[in-house]
């Protein structure tokens, strides 16, 4: 049977979510195909639980760097497959055999990172602009999570639309039991969960909430995801501008976050630039009201189900905030819709989606 080497090195991350769910996913499909699935050592053991069926491999080279690009180019031709699937951008550029690449979207490409050195950083995102475009050329077919995607790398890369292949990921309810998070016990919060970097539009949900919150006193806003320099840097700021109610709750745990999203008046996603948005359709799956930028792929993947702003006007978010507090049919009638469309999507459908990929590849 034709072997299929899948590159599992960011399993565990958060953008590793789509690649857990799509080998376990394929191993549930049970195809008539041979898998070797490389991670990194921690995930292993998680790799081996979830798809028994599969070859799981050590693959232990970091990403964007020449460990990389010269020990799993050896790897991969030692394993000689007849289909490499790089589950993301970074990879050995000079791997020519057979590859299909997955392209999350051109973020990276466009944003700086200002808690990283601004000259090696942009050193290597000149290089990471590069790779994206000899991925997309030396690739035999690119997986995006979005039409929006496919149509920005199409443009960017300068290579045909007929080349990419939309599968939409999806979002899983939190199994867990809710377990509460100290101090917002009974408290009315807006919520955003997830990394601090600029893209993420964090300093303008801020400014928008302090005004919302000048007739919502009693309004918090929780910020969760790990605390890093980023997020001190916000915080700093806010008790700069002397801004209130507002709470970095760092790292939750899966039971937290549920309870998170079930207790929320409002998930607020005012990103400037995704690829799919899942934190939002999970959000949604739990049956928080959401409220979005209105930027790039988001009314793609939400719909109807969402009250979307414009990200770079502060009074905008703020009036769609306050709108939302005060008007309990709006309210309901997102959360109906949000269960309605977190539910056209499904990770057995994206799995499929990528077998079909597969066998087209392995006959081209």
């Given at each position: 049977m034709p072997l299929i080497v899948i590159d599992?090195?960011?399993?565990?991350?958060?953008?590793?979510?789509?690649?857990?769910?799509?080998v376990e996913n394929l191993q549930k499909l049970k195809p008539?195909?041979?898998?070797?699935i490389l991670?990194?050592?921690h995930r292993l053991d998680f790799m081996k639980a979830?798809?028994?069926?599969?070859?799981?491999?050590?693959?232990?080279?970091?990403?964007f760097t020449f460990a990389e690009q010269i020990g799993l180019l050896k790897q991969l031709r030692v394993l000689n497959a007849d289909l490499v699937h790089f589950a993301h951008t970074q990879q050995p550029v000079l791997y020519h055999g057979k590859a299909v690449t997955t392209i999350h979207d051109l973020t990276t490409a466009r944003f700086r990172n200002p808690a990283k050195n601004q000259l090696v950083f942009g050193l290597k995102q000149a290089v990471y602009k590069l790779v994206i475009r000899i991925v997309a050329h030396k690739s035999i077919h690119v997986i995006t999570p979005s039409k929006y995607v496919k149509n920005d790398v199409a443009q960017y890369a300068k290579?045909?639309?007929?080349?990419?292949?939309?599968?939409?990921?999806a979002a899983d309810k939190i199994v867990d039991l809710p377990i509460a998070v100290t101090g917002l016990t009974g408290q009315k919060f807006l919520l955003y969960v997830g990394r601090p970097q600029p893209h993420k539009n964090l300093q303008r949900l801020v400014e928008a909430y302090s005004i919302a919150r000048q007739k919502h006193p009693e309004l918090r806003l929780v910020l969760a995801g790990k605390k890093d320099v980023l997020y001190e840097r916000l915080e700093a700021w806010a008790e700069k501008e002397h801004i209130q109610g507002l709470s970095l709750v760092g790292f939750v745990s899966d039971a937290q976050?549920?309870?998170?999203y079930e207790r929320c008046a409002a998930y607020a996603f005012p990103s400037l630039s995704e690829g799919f948005g899942l934190p939002g359709l999970e959000a949604m799956v739990h049956g928080a009201p959401v409220l979005s930028s209105n930027a790039t792929c988001l009314p793609e993947i939400y719909g109807d189900a969402a009250h979307y702003f414009k990200p770079l006007d502060v009074l905008d978010i703020a009036n769609k905030i306050k709108g939302l507090l005060e008007n309990a049919k709006l309210r309901s009638e997102l959360i109906r819709a949000s269960r309605v469309q977190a539910s056209k999507y499904s990770w057995q459908r994206l799995a499929e989606q990528t077998l079909d990929v597969y066998r087209k590849a392995l006959n081209t």
């Amino acid at each position: 049977m034709p072997l299929i080497v899948i590159d599992a090195r960011e399993s565990g991350t958060s953008t590793g979510r789509y690649v857990d769910k799509l080998v376990e996913n394929l191993q549930k499909l049970k195809p008539d195909l041979d898998f070797i699935i490389l991670t990194k050592p921690h995930r292993l053991d998680f790799m081996k639980a979830i798809a028994p069926d599969f070859e799981v491999i050590e693959s232990n080279f970091k990403e964007f760097t020449f460990a990389e690009q010269i020990g799993l180019l050896k790897q991969l031709r030692v394993l000689n497959a007849d289909l490499v699937h790089f589950a993301h951008t970074q990879q050995p550029v000079l791997y020519h055999g057979k590859a299909v690449t997955t392209i999350h979207d051109l973020t990276t490409a466009r944003f700086r990172n200002p808690a990283k050195n601004q000259l090696v950083f942009g050193l290597k995102q000149a290089v990471y602009k590069l790779v994206i475009r000899i991925v997309a050329h030396k690739s035999i077919h690119v997986i995006t999570p979005s039409k929006y995607v496919k149509n920005d790398v199409a443009q960017y890369a300068k290579i045909k639309p007929s080349k990419i292949t939309v599968t939409y990921e999806a979002a899983d309810k939190i199994v867990d039991l809710p377990i509460a998070v100290t101090g917002l016990t009974g408290q009315k919060f807006l919520l955003y969960v997830g990394r601090p970097q600029p893209h993420k539009n964090l300093q303008r949900l801020v400014e928008a909430y302090s005004i919302a919150r000048q007739k919502h006193p009693e309004l918090r806003l929780v910020l969760a995801g790990k605390k890093d320099v980023l997020y001190e840097r916000l915080e700093a700021w806010a008790e700069k501008e002397h801004i209130q109610g507002l709470s970095l709750v760092g790292f939750v745990s899966d039971a937290q976050l549920k309870w998170l999203y079930e207790r929320c008046a409002a998930y607020a996603f005012p990103s400037l630039s995704e690829g799919f948005g899942l934190p939002g359709l999970e959000a949604m799956v739990h049956g928080a009201p959401v409220l979005s930028s209105n930027a790039t792929c988001l009314p793609e993947i939400y719909g109807d189900a969402a009250h979307y702003f414009k990200p770079l006007d502060v009074l905008d978010i703020a009036n769609k905030i306050k709108g939302l507090l005060e008007n309990a049919k709006l309210r309901s009638e997102l959360i109906r819709a949000s269960r309605v469309q977190a539910s056209k999507y499904s990770w057995q459908r994206l799995a499929e989606q990528t077998l079909d990929v597969y066998r087209k590849a392995l006959n081209t």
